[in-house]
Every structure is written in structure tokens, then in C-alpha cells.
């Protein structure tokens, strides 16, 4: 029998669905994807079930037949401003004098022992290290002697409401969801080295209505945010400054998005200093021939600035 997976990304502009086998070696091999463009989120957030229904429905469908299988149940990333992340702290006393997998499940549990509201979920328990005794920085605890255990975790959580919006898309559209999984943490199983999660790495997912921020050191998640910035803010900035429709200020946007992700953190050389010219060339529908040159980066900076700030201030 094939071990079939199917991923979901529902996403403010579009949602992506891509369906995978797993091998025998361990591999995952793809079998097809599609896209669909979607307008029923809003930074994240569903606002629209039918609108958002049908981008599913789209994209399942161009998934399906791009793969030559049936979709039935699908893993669905999750994201938006509602998504908290929190770092707990739990002790318990190890019973036996030796570190048994019932005493990390329940210091774990010890650690996770936070006042959650009753409108939000859990989605993930991320163990961050364990210590045993006096010693610190212990990763896999099992074996180990000693008569403490400590654990510090982190907990990613979830408006219930969210979910439970989503879940109906989803199954209007035909499809069971089998797991929600923050999509940041998806992405760094896809972009990041195990070297980048040790020494330490910020990964900044910039979608359409939110920019999605996850933080690795030594090997483990340490911090998560999502802001409610975008793309198309950068895109709506661009059209309105310059006076281009949002087709053209999208081209260019994701042009000088990049630079000016670099600038506002500081990692280009020379960051921040001078301004770089592109020239943009009118389309009939937005100011008609000819040739306009535009200053982008200090606005394309000062937006992918404001989501900098907005973190770390």
C-alpha cells in the first residue's frame, strides 16, 4: 500500500496543496501540486468560508490531477496573529534514580501546566532542553541518573476559533484535515541546516497579509511570532506612492522586497545607506507608455523595517 501525504497552505493570497509519497528509504517524493488564489483570509484569518471553500476546492483539484491520486485527508499549516508562543519551566523527581520516558512525559507535562484561555489550542509542545541534577543542557534525558528532572518547552497555541473555521473549509471542500502544524515550523524542516538551528537562525516568512517569524538556537525553537505586515502591503505602499496598479507595484515589490529585507536588518553590505533607483515601465491599464523612474527602497525598507521593529523594539 503507498504512503500517501498531502499538505494544505491556506494562506491570504493563495492556497497551495501538494501531495507526496513516502519511500521505502526514507525518502518523500512529489507527486503533484496546485495553486489557487484565494480571498476569503484576511492577514491569516478567514473571513470568508465560501470564498476560502472554493480556493481549497481549486487547489485540491489541480493537486489531484497533476498527482493522478484522490486526496482524502490532508496536514494543514496554520498561521496568523492570533498564534502565541510561550517558553514554561517544569520540575518533577525522578523515581528510581534513573530517567525513565514516564518521568520526561511527565515533566513535560509539569512544564506545560500554564493558564491557556479557554478560546485557545495547543498545537505544539516543542521540547527545548532537559537538565538532570545539576547538569544542564541535556537533550535526550533517557538513562540518565539522578533524582531531579527539569524540562524547558515551548508552547505554540491557537485561536479555537480559527481552527474550528478552518476544519469547516476544509471539509466543505471535501477534504478531512489529520493534523494542523504552524507553518513556520514546516518551513524550517524545508530551509534550515541542523548547523543553522545550532548556532542560532531566525527564519522570516513573508507571506501576503503576515510575516511569520520563527527563532532556533541549539538546536531548538526558542521564540515565534506572527505579524499582521505582508507582501501586500509592500504592494499597496508601491502602488500608492507611485500611482500603479497593483499588478505592476506586485512585480516590483517582489523585486525589491528582498533588498529591502536586507537593508531594514542590516545583513547587506552597506545596508540602510543610499538609495537604489529601479525604473518602472507603465502598462496601458495603470499610467499608459512611457518610462518612470522611482526611488523603492526607502519605502520597501521602511515597511520590512516597521515588521522589525514591531518584533524586537
Request: charged share 20%; aromatic share 4%; glycine share 14%.
Amino acid at each position: 500500500m503507498r504512503n500517501l501525504l498531502t499538505g494544505l497552505d491556506v494562506g491570504t493570497s493563495k492556497v497551495c496543496a501538494i501531495v507526496g509519497e513516502s519511500l521505502p528509504d526514507g525518502q518523500l517524493a512529489t507527486l503533484g501540486f496546485g495553486v489557487a488564489p484565494c480571498t476569503g483570509l484576511r492577514k491569516g484569518v478567514v473571513v470568508n468560508i465560501e470564498a476560502t471553500v472554493e480556493a481549497i476546492k481549486a487547489a485540491v483539484e489541480e493537486a489531484e490531477k497533476t498527482s493522478g491520486v484522490r486526496v482524502g485527508s490532508v496536514v494543514v499549516g496554520v498561521a496568523g496573529p492570533h498564534i502565541r508562543g510561550l517558553n514554561s519551566h517544569g520540575i518533577v523527581a525522578v523515581r528510581g534514580g534513573e530517567v525513565s520516558s514516564r518521568d520526561v512525559d511527565r515533566v513535560i507535562d509539569a512544564a506545560r501546566a500554564v493558564a491557556i484561555p479557554l478560546d485557545r489550542q495547543v498545537l505544539h509542545i516543542l521540547p527545548q532542553q532537559f537538565a538532570v541534577d545539576e547538569q544542564e543542557g541535556v537533550r535526550e534525558p533517557y538513562g540518565m541518573a539522578g533524582v531531579r528532572l527539569e524540562a524547558r518547552i515551548h508552547i505554540i497555541t491557537a485561536a479555537q476559533s480559527y481552527g474550528q473555521n478552518l476544519t469547516k473549509c476544509c471539509e466543505r471542500a471535501g477534504v478531512t484535515p489529520s493534523e494542523m502544524v504552524f507553518q513556520p515550523l514546516a518551513s524550517a524542516d524545508a530551509a534550515l541546516f541542523p548547523e543553522e538551528r545550532e548556532l542560532g537562525v531566525a527564519l522570516i516568512d513573508v507571506g501576503g497579509g503576515t510575516t511569520d517569524i520563527i527563532v532556533f538556537h541549539g538546536g531548538a525553537v526558542m521564540h515565534t511570532a506572527v505579524l499582521p505586515i505582508g507582501g501586500n502591503h509592500l504592494t499597496s505602499d508601491i502602488a500608492a506612492g507611485y500611482a500603479l496598479g497593483q499588478a505592476v507595484a506586485g512585480v516590483f515589490a517582489a523585486r525589491a522586497g528582498s533588498d529591502g529585507l536586507k537593508a531594514a536588518t542590516g545583513t547587506a553590505p552597506g545596508a540602510g545607506q543610499g538609495r537604489e533607483a529601479v525604473a518602472l515601465c507603465g502598462a496601458a491599464t495603470d499610467r499608459g507608455p512611457g518610462r518612470k523612474s522611482v526611488w523603492l527602497r526607502t519605502a520597501v525598507s521602511g515597511r520590512t523595517g516597521e515588521c522589525v521593529q514591531r518584533r524586537w523594539r
